[in-house]
């Protein structure tokens, strides 16, 4: 089936304006590494349950003083170089993160600085595990307006800064890394097809981090109370990620024109094996058309489809002509999609 030249971004909302394609992605994630193994020794675990509950061998951590805009950055230079582009050519950075440096100023504005840019507008985003998805739409819609030509997103996050380091349910999960696109228009190319957003605030109990916020300020209680960590209910998180991953799925491929059978790679989430196995199972698209690679990394909440990307670009999984599903679910409750044509 063949593209359709415009389609909606949004229910009732026209995709008008230049088509924008990624010119360049690259991701990055710290040196030290943290096995299984390793967390038997610090919860009452076994490698045994993390691997067949959630599929994830090992993760990476970021180093004392890392921060959130450390690994964006390092990501961001990558997908200038794979754009063959200079901090220099940046118009407008955004940066989806759910553990930014610190309440303000921005994680954009930090890595702004630490990549050399121009003074260009920079701002965060919040949608937990699907800020890249966020970002990428609103970056896209920057570009193909036609007020900038080079947009960077980037999706970054440390949750190992916001993870309960004693609660087995969670801190088995979750790892740090960042990913990093360049969007441009150039003619000729297609590009994001599609993008499907969706939210439900209603759901905040079962996925948060309770204090820190306005809500609940920091106090010497909220520390005591463990407060300022990741709260999962994990078995409400898994059936509603399900269900929406699957509509989102949905939503972007039909807004594409495309039929299911048309996508070359789907890019899901990386947050648990058998959370993709059964969107797999349920969209009849087998797992050979996924790329996964949540052995390696954990949950890395905003950074994980940006960092699959770029690792099945570099793997050769991902290439130019082929269609591309990007699918997501995180806090919020937020979920996205995007088609590209690449
Ligand atoms: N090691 C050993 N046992 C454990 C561990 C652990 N690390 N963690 C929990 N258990 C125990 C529980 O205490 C429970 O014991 P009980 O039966 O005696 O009460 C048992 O294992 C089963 O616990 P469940 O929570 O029911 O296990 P489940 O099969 O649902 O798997 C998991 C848990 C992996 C968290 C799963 O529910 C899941 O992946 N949910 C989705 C999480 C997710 O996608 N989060 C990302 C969303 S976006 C974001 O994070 C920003």
New binding site residues.
């Given amino acids: 089936m063949k593209p359709a030249e415009s389609d909606t971004s949004a229910p009732g909302t026209a995709r008008l304006g230049r088509s924008v394609h990624i010119a360049g992605i690259g991701s990055y994630a710290p040196e030290r590494v943290l096995t299984n193994q390793e967390?038997e020794k610090m919860?009452?675990?076994?490698d045994e349950?993390?691997l067949t509950?959630?599929g994830i061998r090992e993760r990476h951590i970021a180093a004392p003083g890392q921060a959130t805009s450390d690994l964006g950055v390092e990501a961001a230079r990558a997908a200038l170089a794979d754009a063959g582009l200079a901090a220099g050519d940046v118009d407008l950075i955004l940066v989806a993160t759910?553990s930014p440096d610190m309440l303000f100023p921005s994680t954009a504005c930090q890595l702004q600085h630490k990549l050399g840019a121009r003074k260009v507008a920079a701002f965060d985003l919040s949608a937990?595990?699907s800020g890249f998805i966020y970002a990428l739409e609103v970056g896209r819609q920057f570009v193909a307006s036609g007020t900038h030509d080079t947009v960077l997103v980037v999706g970054a996050d440390k949750?190992s800064a916001i993870t309960d380091w004693t609660d087995?349910?969670?801190?088995?999960?979750?790892g740090d890394a960042a990913g990093a696109a360049v969007l441009r228009h150039e003619p000729g190319r297609r590009g994001i097809l599609s993008t499907h957003l969706g939210a439900d605030g209603s759901q905040k109990e079962i996925?948060n981090v309770p204090a820190g916020g306005s809500a609940m300020p920091a106090t010497e209680q909220t520390v005591r109370d463990k407060m300022h960590f990741?709260r999962?209910s994990?078995?409400e998180?898994?059936k509603l990620?399900v269900n929406a991953m699957l509509s989102a799925a949905r939503g972007a491929v039909e807004k594409s024109g495309l039929a299911l059978s048309d996508i070359n790679c789907v890019i899901p989430?990386q947050?648990?094996m058998?959370?993709i196995e059964a969107i797999s199972d349920r969209l009849k698209v087998g797992m050979d058309r996924f790329h996964v690679n949540l052995q390696h990394y954990g949950?890395t909440?905003a950074a994980s489809i940006p960092v699959a990307l770029a690792e099945a670009v570099r793997m050769g999984k991902v290439k130019r002509g082929d269609n591309v599903l990007l699918v997501a679910?995180?806090?919020g409750l937020t979920w996205g999609s995007a088609v590209i044509h690449w």
Avoid: K
Wanted: aromatic letters at 10%; one cysteine or more.
């Fill in positions: 967390l919860v009452d675990t076994t349950w993390i509950r959630s759910a937990a595990c949750l087995r349910a969670t801190c088995v999960l979750f996925l990741i999962m994990g078995r998180v898994f990620a989430h947050a648990n058998r959370i949950n909440s679910f995180g806090g």
